[in-house]
């Protein structure tokens, strides 16, 4: 793979790219550009090669339309596999790095900042489950946020970042 794994997925517009493409199991790049409103059609087209090089996309139906070739992409259910611990740690790193720095440029902006009106809020558990409890939670985490990833500009809305991160404990308890 040319481009490392982290440099790959934690580019926004690819992660959006993928984040559709997890929700429909395969799209057009005017199907993905749909969603994607905010994105210019250079940029979508450009990220969707960038993810094909790498192996990340499949291309699963090419159709012949007015003397264009229109591709349809899925994600490469190998694509990621034998990411080892040491890819997994940059990507939570550089993950980390990204939503400190969003906060930093959120806590600079010049005019004051309402936490409470911007509902700026920040949450931690620890809970106690055992793998098939946690499956269950992720499951169901998924499944509350199903009807809202298809939400697009406009009404009102506001991007929101909601990151929920899991680590097993350092040491391991009977």
């Keep these: 793979m040319e481009k490392e794994l982290t440099e790959l ?7 959006r790219i993928i984040q559709y493409l997890m929700i429909h199991p395969e799209g057009t790049a005017a199907q993905i550009g749909e ?4 994105v210019s059609r ?3 087209y450009r990220n969707l090669k ?9 291309v699963v139906n090419e159709e012949q339309i ?15 596999k034998d990411m080892g611990a040491q ?11 990204m939503i400190l720095a969003s906060f930093e440029r959120l806590f600079d ?7 409470v009106r911007e509902i700026i809020c920040l949450s931690s558990a620890t809970l106690l ?20 990833l298809n939400n697009k500009a406009g009404n009102g809305r506001l991007e929101r970042t909601m990151t929920i991160i899991s680590s097993p404990p350092l040491t391991q308890q009977d």
Aim: charged share 30%.
């Design 129 to 148: 489950l055992n793998e098939e409890e946690f499956r269950e939670f992720v499951t169901g985490y998924g499944k509350l946020l199903e009807p809202y």
């Design 109 to 115: 902006r010049t005019e004051e900042l309402d936490p």
């Design 9 to 15: 997925i934690m580019n926004p517009v690819r992660m």
């Design 66 to 80: 007015r003397g264009a070739v229109e591709k349809t992409y899925a994600l490469n259910p190998a694509f990621g």
């Design 50 to 58: 960038i993810l094909l090089d790498a192996g990340a996309l499949n």
């Design 87 to 97: 890819e997994g740690e940059q990507i939570i790193r550089q993950s980390l790095m």
């Design 42 to 44: 250079a940029s979508l």
């Design 35 to 38: 969603e994607l409103d905010d």
